[in-house]
């Protein structure tokens, strides 16, 4: 199998793709990300390559120089940067100002094409991952408590609104609280939009996650695992729901033993 071009984002995503390459003896080259990669990518064995996320012509020449044909992108970037901290090359910023707009989607298709002129294609991101996509469509849970009306209702008013701004391409995550919006995901992330969420509304918040209607599912596919559930504990949110089958939940025993400890109900939808 030739060498795959492995954009590391930040979180878990990218070393539990990486195991998987592993298993399967498939050759990587990781472009890491400053300031958004974790470092410890360095120790994995694989070849690393280090650069800003505005440097598009950077990448595309060290794919080209280690004979790369196709490209995988893992892991959150923080789309902020591109408007504040990032020093962009002329590629990236001719990208960008040819873009009608600035969604997650519309930045990462154009990221895609320019690969795509280059004779470098951009795979799912689900590529090896089908393990950590549960299609489970129930409580998944098993603490004592009932759950009760009321949270009921905050998950599938929330489950139903978070697809509605999904739809928009705004953001993939919204916070409710008693069948009122109080936070809607924007260029910051998911925890970032729970924190938010809880310090407007306080704590007994519910969180719902979902994929777009039309979720291209070479990027921005949605994440829960451990860190997000950290910050449920942290908020005391009452519940989480995600879209079953089309979410990635890493590490998910884990992550139910924090829901089940901090009476956190948890949903696939």
């Not at 997650?104 to 294609?121: H, P, Q, R, W, Y």
């Not at 719902?208 to 950290?230: H, L, M, S, W, Y």
Request: net charge neutral; charged share 25%.
């Amino acid at each position: 199998m030739s060498k795959l071009a492995v954009i590391a984002g930040n979180g878990n995503f990218p070393f539990l793709f990486l195991e998987e390459l592993k298993s399967k003896n498939q050759d990587a080259l990781i472009i890491a990300l400053l300031g958004e990669t974790d470092e410890n990518i360095d120790k994995l064995g694989y070849q690393v390559f280090w650069t800003n996320i505005g440097k598009l012509d950077t990448m595309i020449d060290v794919m080209h120089k280690n004979d790369i044909k196709e490209a995988i992108m893992c892991g959150q970037v923080i789309h902020t940067k591109l408007f504040t901290e990032v020093k962009l090359d002329f590629r990236a910023i001719k990208l960008l100002g040819s873009l009608v707009n600035k969604k997650t989607d519309s930045i990462l298709g154009m990221v895609a094409i320019e690969f795509e002129k280059e004779g470098i294609k951009l795979i799912s991101s689900l590529t090896y991952m089908s393990k950590w996509l549960p299609q489970k469509k129930d409580l998944l849970t098993n603490f004592s408590n009932k759950i009760n009306e009321k949270i009921m209702s905050d998950i599938k008013f929330g489950f139903l609104t978070a697809k509605k701004i999904a739809s928009l391409d705004i953001g993939q995550t919204v916070v409710v609280k008693d069948n009122a919006v109080v936070a809607v995901e924007g260029l910051e992330g998911t925890d970032k939009c729970i924190l938010r969420g809880h310090d407007l509304a306080g704590e007994g918040v519910v969180v719902a996650k979902v994929n777009k209607p039309n979720q291209d599912i070479r990027f921005d596919v949605p994440v829960i695992g451990i860190k997000t559930f950290e910050v449920l504990k942290k908020v005391k949110a009452n519940a989480i729901c995600y879209e079953a089958g089309k979410t990635l939940f890493f590490n998910m025993d884990e992550s139910l033993k924090i829901a089940n400890e901090n009476k956190i109900f948890v949903f696939g939808l």
